[in-house]
């Protein structure tokens, strides 16, 4: 599902009725714009609409809620729904920032998304960071400790889901493990490692091996060669997909 102002009624009436109490994935007030239809059509605000169709399941993903009330907050965690923060993707919309340390005080998970903008969760790591930094005018309300605790929430969501446990190198998890160079200009403990990961790596993050489930996809910085056929393949569905579209427009342009 994408936004509520692109859905109306009979579709959510629709789609309740298909998935029943199934978790959803669902646009929240990405833009006021979001808010704004759903007030004056529907008389209410987006989430109210969502919980007064039965949508908001557990497990459900509220991407974006940049301008959600507290109120819809209390609603969102009563249902045990997961809010996906997209800041590097709300910073080129310039749409504004979510409430990411409200969020995380009403105890609601907080996982990390990117909005498809990218494939570097590195860099959505840092931006999510210095946006915070930002937003709320001083360093010293949001540290990295909370930023652990969305990277941590992002796990334990996957995890519950999928039935898979990743995010820890411990006994039965799968080995999902990155090797990537670096040495150290200050000593390096378990108590500084994320601060020397995220200041010293995450500017120039580029893994020499990377292993998924214990299989070894990338080596001394190549990608496997069948990784590189699959990219192939994308390359050219994408280039089939773009010339059906330009021919579509085309042809209603005539």
């Known amino acids: 599902m994408h936004a509520s ?22 646009h929240v007030a990405e833009s006021e714009m979001d808010q704004d ?22 497990n459900s993903l509220i991407a974006h809620g940049i301008y959600v009330t507290d109120d819809e907050l209390n609603i969102i965690k009563g249902k045990g729904c ?18 990411i340390k409200a969020f995380l005080d009403k ?37 990295l400790g909370d930023l652990r605790h969305m990277i ?26 990155m090797l990537v160079p670096y040495v150290p200009p200050t000593p390096i403990d378990a108590d500084n490692a994320f601060a020397h990961l995220f200041f010293g790596l995450f500017s120039s993050f580029r893994p020499k091996h990377v292993f998924i489930a214990g299989i070894e996809r990338v080596k001394n910085y190549e990608v496997e060669h069948t990784l ?8 050219q569905s994408a280039h089939r997909l773009w010339a059906k579209i330009d021919q579509e427009v085309k042809s209603r342009e005539s």
């Open 37 to 58: 239809d759903a007030h004056e059509k529907y008389g209410e605000r987006v989430v109210h609409r969502l919980n007064r169709h039965g949508l908001l399941s557990e």
């Open 228 to 235: 590189i056929h699959d990219y192939r393949k994308a390359r």
């Open 152 to 177: 941590d929430d992002s796990y334990d969501y996957a995890n519950r889901l999928f039935g898979i446990r990743i995010g820890r190198i411990e006994k039965d998890y799968d080995a999902d493990i």
């Open 82 to 99: 997961a809010i996906v923060a997209n800041v590097t993707s709300n910073m080129n919309n310039g749409v504004g920032l979510p409430r």
């Open 5 to 26: 102002m692109s859905l109306s009624e009979d579709t959510l009436k629709r789609i309740k009725e298909k998935i029943g109490d199934q978790p959803i994935h669902i």
């Open 107 to 143: 105890g609601i998970p907080v996982l990390v998304g990117n909005d498809g903008i990218s494939s570097s969760m590195a860099s959505e790591y840092a931006h999510i960071f210095f946006a915070m930094h930002h937003d709320y005018g001083t360093p010293n309300l949001f540290g």
